[in-house]
């Protein structure tokens, strides 16, 4: 059974989700790869069932 994402990178204005993660550092490491344009965001259980749902 696939662990459902606990952090998401989203660009600056949330309009796109650029990664899933399943911890805070490796989120955001990637949040600052991708730019100063994006951070990350802890989801809430809602929104990360519905996230891995849609794979």
């Known amino acids: 059974m696939k662990k459902n994402p606990a952090y998401a ?3 600056c204005h949330v309009t796109q989700v650029l990664g ?3 911890t805070a550092g490796e989120a ?3 949040a ?4 100063r344009c994006s951070f990350a965001h802890k989801l809430s259980d809602t929104e990360s ?5 849609r794979d």
Do not use: I, P
């Not at 069932?49 to 749902?53: F, Q, R, Y």
């Open 9 to 11: 990178v989203l660009d």
């Open 20 to 22: 899933l993660y399943d």
């Open 28 to 30: 955001d490491t990637a």
């Open 32 to 35: 600052n790869e991708f730019g």
């Open 49 to 53: 069932a519905a996230l891995a749902a």
